[in-house]
């Protein structure tokens, strides 16, 4: 009996151990998603395959080295004619004669080795470059994920702290709302007094009911973007009140390059690949050299039996050489094909020029929507403490019979709009500063 008691305590120890719930920082969650998102996922085995890519370009550059058997029946021996007079015929006529075997074979080894090949050569430094751009392609993954990681997050935390809120002021007007109530028993309050709390209370029971929806979808959200099953059990770790805002402005303009933006880093790898391009193309009017080599051995019989006599009927044979092959026209076609690659530099020259401009205006937008979101957020941070201290004055009047209920209800809606609009704006605020640090190419800091 003691195992079969033991059997359902492991199932539930297992169980909540697995429904335990991970609490993860916004760094956390960054690391976790750069490790999980599937885009990263395929964005890092698109360079395995360019790193395979480079191993391949060079095998070419390896002695190739192959072994080959050849088996024939000749069941119609082809015919071939001789002069007669070979065989003391009449001269010019000519007599048939059969030479091919019934069976022949073969069997070798061939070996060829690349000594010359410009394109080779420049083939390899393009693959390495190629393997570049890959690595590229990540890192703008890892980025697109970092500040889609990023957003949800802030969402996420501040909808958790709107919720609590949301909690607050239920609870503030269940307590006034049985208050009232106690207050109409008591003789002190009328049945409308009693209604018009009453009607505030179904509301943020409605809107708290509502809410509880929105914050499930943010975690989803999250947890979506960081490549994790939505169904997981999360917590964040940080809150509101641990951000420091007054780092919200980081001065991110000396120094900068337009090469910490990934995509000014990856056009000028475009570049570099189509100038390889050309010069693997002026390359191909050189000559190539490749040696080559086969030893083996072959024989030819009447019958099938007497292919096993290797020791009679098999001789060997064997060639080394060297192959030369110059080009000399081809139409002009890899002149056409240098010039084509030299208008395609241009186009990306001109894409380099255009993409300047873009961060300069993206850097100046994020710039002013950073500072005018800081000053909103400021604003409604002082209203809503104003807003807190018109409730909690209200409040202490009513208590004291020198207010009445309507003006705690208008204050606790107030109060309760102001915190909504205070969090709507840290929600910006943060979001801001997400998208100038994507503008100076700093978001790959958190990684």
Same mark, same amino acid.
């Given at each position: 009996?003691?195992?079969?008691?033991?059997?359902?305590?492991?199932?539930?120890?297992?169980?909540?151990?697995?429904?335990?719930?991970?609490?993860?920082?916004?760094?956390?969650?960054?690391?976790?998603?750069?490790?999980?998102?599937?885009?990263?996922?395929?964005?890092?085995?698109?360079?395995?395959?360019?790193?395979?890519?480079?191993?391949?370009?060079?095998?070419?550059?390896?002695?190739?080295?192959?072994?080959?058997?050849?088996?024939?029946?000749?069941?119609?021996?082809?015919?071939?004619?001789?002069?007669?007079?070979?065989?003391?015929?009449?001269?010019?006529?000519?007599?048939?004669?059969?030479?091919?075997?019934?069976?022949?074979?073969?069997?070798?080894?061939?070996?060829?080795?690349?000594?010359?090949?410009?394109?080779?050569?420049?083939?390899?430094?393009?693959?390495?470059?190629?393997?570049?751009?890959?690595?590229?392609?990540?890192?703008?993954?890892?980025?697109?994920?970092?500040?889609?990681?990023?957003?949800?997050?802030?969402?996420?935390?501040?909808?958790?702290?709107?919720?609590?809120?949301?909690?607050?002021?239920?609870?503030?007007?269940?307590?006034?709302?049985?208050?009232?109530?106690?207050?109409?028993?008591?003789?002190?309050?009328?049945?409308?007094?009693?209604?018009?709390?009453?009607?505030?209370?179904?509301?943020?029971?409605?809107?708290?009911?509502?809410?509880?929806?929105?914050?499930?979808?943010?975690?989803? !959200?999250? *947890?979506?973007?960081?490549?994790?099953?939505?169904? /997981?059990?999360?917590? %964040? =770790?940080?809150? $509101?009140?641990?951000?420091?805002?007054?780092?919200?402005?980081?001065?991110?303009?000396?120094?900068?390059?337009?090469?910490?933006?990934?995509?000014?880093?990856?056009?000028?790898?475009?570049?570099?690949?189509?100038?390889?391009?050309?010069?693997?193309?002026?390359?191909?009017?050189?000559?190539?050299?490749?040696?080559?080599?086969?030893?083996?051995?072959?024989?030819?019989?009447?019958?099938?039996?007497?292919?096993?006599?290797?020791?009679?009927?098999?001789?060997?044979?064997?060639?080394?050489?060297?192959?030369?092959?110059?080009?000399?026209?081809?139409?002009?076609?890899?002149?056409?094909?240098?010039?084509?690659?030299?208008?395609?530099?241009?186009?990306?020259?001109?894409?380099?020029?255009? !993409?300047? *401009?873009?961060?300069?205006?993206?850097?100046?937008? /994020?710039?002013?929507? %950073? =500072?005018?979101? $800081?000053?909103?957020?400021?604003?409604?941070?002082?209203?809503?403490?104003?807003?807190?201290?018109?409730?909690?004055?209200?409040?202490?009047?009513?208590?004291?019979?020198?207010?009445?209920?309507?003006?705690?209800?208008?204050?606790?809606?107030?109060?309760?709009?102001?915190?909504?609009?205070?969090?709507?704006?840290?929600?910006?605020?943060?979001?801001?500063?997400?998208?100038?640090?994507?503008?100076?190419?700093?978001?790959?800091?958190?990684?």
């Amino acid at each position: 009996m003691t195992r079969l008691y033991l059997i359902p305590f492991f199932i539930l120890t297992s169980w909540a151990a697995t429904a335990q719930t991970t609490v993860m920082s916004l760094q956390e969650c960054i690391t976790y998603a750069i490790e999980n998102n599937q885009n990263v996922k395929n964005a890092q085995l698109s360079l395995d395959i360019s790193r395979y890519r480079v191993g391949e370009i060079l095998a070419d550059g390896l002695p190739q080295l192959s072994a080959n058997a050849d088996l024939g029946y000749n069941f119609k021996v082809p015919t071939s004619f001789i002069p007669a007079e070979f065989f003391g015929g009449e001269p010019g006529t000519f007599s048939p004669v059969q030479f091919s075997p019934a069976y022949n074979g073969s069997a070798g080894i061939d070996l060829s080795q690349m000594i010359f090949d410009g394109s080779y050569f420049v083939g390899l430094k393009a693959s390495r470059t190629y393997t570049d751009l890959s690595r590229k392609d990540k890192i703008k993954s890892e980025i697109d994920v970092i500040e889609a990681v990023s957003k949800a997050y802030y969402l996420a935390l501040v909808n958790h702290d709107q919720r609590e809120l949301i909690d607050k002021s239920y609870s503030r007007l269940d307590t006034l709302l049985q208050d009232t109530r106690a207050m109409l028993e008591a003789g002190f309050a009328e049945q409308i007094d009693v209604d018009r709390i009453l009607v505030q209370f179904n509301n943020i029971k409605v809107e708290k009911e509502n809410f509880e929806k929105t914050l499930e979808l943010s975690y989803a !959200l999250l *947890k979506f973007q960081m490549g994790m099953d939505i169904n /997981a059990p999360l917590e %964040l =770790k940080d809150r $509101i009140s641990d951000i420091q805002f007054e780092v919200l402005e980081p001065d991110y303009g000396a120094g900068f390059n337009y090469n910490d933006r990934i995509e000014f880093s990856t056009l000028q790898t475009n570049f570099d690949l189509v100038s390889l391009d050309i010069k693997n193309t002026q390359v191909r009017y050189l000559p190539k050299i490749d040696l080559y080599g086969r030893y083996g051995a072959s024989t030819g019989a009447g019958s099938f039996s007497d292919l096993m006599a290797f020791g009679d009927r098999w001789f060997g044979l064997g060639v080394v050489g060297m192959r030369l092959n110059v080009p000399i026209f081809d139409g002009l076609r890899k002149s056409r094909q240098i010039q084509q690659k030299r208008l395609q530099l241009q186009q990306i020259e001109i894409s380099q020029d255009q !993409l300047q *401009k873009n961060i300069d205006v993206e850097i100046q937008r /994020a710039t002013t929507n %950073l =500072k005018k979101n $800081i000053d909103n957020m400021i604003a409604q941070r002082e209203n809503m403490e104003l807003a807190e201290n018109v409730y909690n004055v209200t409040k202490i009047k009513y208590e004291a019979g020198v207010g009445s209920n309507t003006d705690v209800i208008n204050a606790d809606s107030s109060y309760k709009e102001a915190q909504t609009n205070y969090h709507s704006a840290v929600y910006n605020a943060l979001v801001a500063k997400v998208d100038l640090e994507k503008a100076y190419g700093k978001l790959l800091d958190k990684k």
